[in-house]
């Protein structure tokens, strides 16, 4: 059954975004870790939200499991929650597929240049 990653609540195999956390759920059973301790790693900043989720179906597509995560504060029309980055958001792997996403969002932005 999918679940969510951020409040591994379980849905039926129809749902495909939590209702409560607004994220994609992965398929699988519930895992007992959250994300921030699994060991994850930002493999790519994007711009946007739209960029972003191009990007996680590109690793999804290689099954490489990914997790967008937003640095906008919701609720406040854009405002990042960080002065840091200018960024909308990151992309993050876990630790052990950190290589294979690095090598498929090469290929995936050497196929658009070739276009």
């Known amino acids: 059954m999918p679940y969510c990653p951020e409040c591994n609540t379980e849905f039926n195999e129809d749902v495909m975004k939590c209702s409560k956390c607004n994220v994609d759920l992965l ?5 007992t870790q959250r994300p921030d301790s699994v060991g994850w ?3 790519q900043s994007v711009p946007n939200e739209v960029v972003g989720y191009i990007l996680k179906s ?5 099954d490489i499991e990914v997790y967008l995560r937003s640095n906008e504060i919701p ?6 929650g960080t002065l840091v980055k200018s960024e909308w958001g990151d ?3 876990p630790t052990y597929s950190v290589q294979r996403a690095l090598e498929c969002i ?3 932005f050497a196929s658009i240049k070739e276009n």
Do not use: F, Q, R
């Open 27 to 31: 398929p699988g059973i519930v895992s």
């Open 41 to 43: 790693y930002v493999v």
């Open 58 to 62: 590109v690793l999804e597509d290689e």
């Open 75 to 80: 609720a406040y029309g854009g405002l990042k």
């Open 91 to 93: 992309l993050l792997v």
């Open 106 to 108: 090469k290929a995936y």
